[in-house]
């Protein structure tokens, strides 16, 4: 099979972000320069992915989520609908971000963040890859 993307016309992908292979990009998504998107990954109706930040393979950001500069979010994590991440921040692999939530410090692989600001609520149950 031979790997592709699929873009909606009206997103907006600076030509300074490198995105990989398989990644769906929805309609109204805004993808900043220096951005760096894995394979697998689904960026959702009208996510912004401000500038310098990196998503790791088979992530997913839900619509209308808001990601600060310079952010890395690690494989396998899920970014509920609205949720916000301050700039700077480390998300770990396999984590749940909950509809809403608001992250402002580095998050831990495989726990489950919710509320604003967001604080550990559990464990995630998506395994580690």
Not at 70 to 76: C, D, E, S
């Amino acid at each position: 099979t031979i790997p592709i993307n699929l873009i909606h016309p009206s997103a907006e992908i600076s030509e300074y972000a490198v995105i990989k292979s398989n990644v769906l990009i929805k309609r109204g998504a805004i993808i900043g320069p220096g951005v760096s998107i894995g394979d697998g990954c689904t960026i959702d109706n009208g996510v912004t992915v401000s500038h310098d930040c990196t998503i790791d393979p088979f992530c997913h950001l839900a619509p209308g989520v808001s990601l600060g500069s310079n952010i890395r979010i690690k494989t396998f994590s899920v970014i509920g609908v609205g949720a916000s991440i301050s700039t700077g921040v480390s998300i770990g692999e396999s984590v749940i971000v909950t509809t809403g939530a608001v992250i402002v410090q580095n998050v831990e692989d495989q726990v489950m963040m919710s509320g604003n600001p967001a604080a550990v609520i559990g464990k995630s149950n998506i395994p580690r890859p």
